[in-house]
């Protein structure tokens, strides 16, 4: 009984309020990008600073990739170090944001159209953690992560993501995280440090990718297989670009697009990300 009355006070909280969250996708990049003071970083921090204070985070991040989909449910999250290489700083680096089992459930509700399974096993992984730790450096904002049902493909996520559209009435923060770029094969890694550089394919796609987010032609993002060899070359997997459906999907019949961390990085990859607000 006690956690029904505990649910009901939260959704209670959670009413309709005068002012919807943006909707963000951000091109998380390398996983250092979470401990370095860059380009990229600041303006995550800027945009932490300059957002309305959201009641929560919800992260759909191209590093959670299920079968079914899943949402995080646990009171506190664990820090996810998904990767190898990297300097020891950047494992020992703990962001301890609290859970909201309520708000996942609340999710659970919104999401119709497929069964979301409560998940008390996976946390916050490095395409959530090292983008939120810049922009709520206290760590004290409940983080969620939505998982991504791999074996479907982009239309599918576009209409689930439909179903998040009231969280962003309520004062929950959407946030995709990925690369619309991703070739990791074709890093020139000789050009890793020189700002902006891209090879002709990737400034080709980047140009097409801004033009059709600019124009509000979703249909052509979510059948990207039809923008021809550039777009075959950037998306060789589609786990980093996904969390672009999902974003496209929340934007507002009269909202704005806003573009920032608008770069190339070592030829095959973009920092690009969105602001729809």
């Keep these: 009984m ?10 209670d909280q959670l009413e309709d309020q005068g002012e919807i969250m943006p909707a963000l996708f951000i091109g998380h990049g390398s996983p250092m990008n979470g401990i370095e003071d860059n380009f990229f970083s600041n303006n995550w921090k800027k945009l932490g600073q300059q957002t309305p204070t959201p ?7 191209a590093h959670w990739l299920t079968r079914g989909t899943h949402i995080t449910a646990m009171e506190t999250p664990r820090t996810i170090h998904d990767f190898g290489g990297f300097p020891q700083a950047l494992f020992d680096v703990q962001y301890p944001a609290p859970g909201n089992p309520i708000l996942a459930q609340e999710t659970q509700r919104l999401i119709t159209s497929v069964p979301v399974a409560l998940d008390h096993e996976w946390g916050l992984d490095h395409g959530t953690w090292t983008i939120v730790r810049h922009m ?13 049902d791999y074996h479907k493909p982009a239309k599918y996520h576009y209409e689930l993501a439909k179903e998040l559209t009231q969280l962003r009435k309520k004062g929950v923060l959407i946030i995709g995280s990925g690369n619309m770029i991703h070739n990791l094969g074709m890093i020139a890694w000789s050009k890793i440090n020189e700002p902006d550089y891209g090879y002709d394919w990737a400034l080709e796609i980047h140009a097409v990718f801004k033009d059709k987010i600019s124009a509000r032609d979703h249909q052509a993002l979510i059948h990207y297989e039809k923008l021809g060899s550039a777009a075959k070359l950037a998306i060789p997997t589609p786990d980093h670009y996904y969390p672009l459906i999902y974003i496209l999907a929340l934007q507002g019949k009269t909202e704005e697009t806003q573009f920032f961390n608008d770069q190339l990085v070592g030829g095959s990859l973009n920092m690009t990300s969105v602001i729809f607000s």
């Design 136 to 148: 709520y450096p206290k760590a004290n904002i409940p983080v969620l992560q939505l998982s991504i």
């Design 55 to 61: 009641k929560a985070v919800l992260v759909i991040s």
């Design 2 to 11: 006690s956690s029904l009355k505990n649910f009901k006070r939260y959704t």
